[in-house]
Nanobody
Framework: QVQLVESGGGLVQPGGSLRLSCAASGSVFRIRTTDWYRQAPGKEHELVADLTREGIAVYSESVKGRFTISRDNVKNTVYLQMNSLKAEDTAVYYC???????????WGQGTQVTVSS
């Protein structure tokens, strides 16, 4: 079992920055990948960024160059640094961890990000 707790959301003006955190506990050694997803009102879940255990990061085209996913292995925490935020980045952001042996996915509770002047 893996438990995920997100934090760091809030209200920010266009062009501003936020850093989201996803703290993992439980069987963290089984985590193979950690992802950040987002869901805006009336829209589908969108994969924003993916980070593998080996440190390989992949980003959606909509956030590439503005967002950075990273990990602190000591704190078992994955971060999403979001810069140059736009109104269209407004959404609930979710952290997802996928484990191996067994292969399962775990989700956090989500954190709201609102970009507005």
């Amino acid at each position: 079992q893996v438990q995920l707790v997100e934090s760091g959301g809030g209200l920010v003006q266009p062009g501003g920055s936020l850093r989201l955190s996803c703290a993992a506990s439980g069987s963290v050694f089984r985590i193979r990948t950690t992802d950040w997803y987002r869901q805006a009102p009336g829209k589908e879940h969108e994969l924003v960024a993916d980070l593998t255990r080996e440190g390989i990061a992949v980003y959606s085209e909509s956030v590439k160059g503005r967002f950075t996913i990273s990990r602190d292995n000591v704190k078992n925490t994955v971060y999403l640094q979001m810069n140059s935020l736009k109104a269209e980045d407004t959404a609930v952001y979710y952290c997802k961890a996928t484990t191996s042996l067994p292969s399962r996915s775990y989700w956090g509770q989500g954190t709201q990000v609102t970009v507005s002047s």
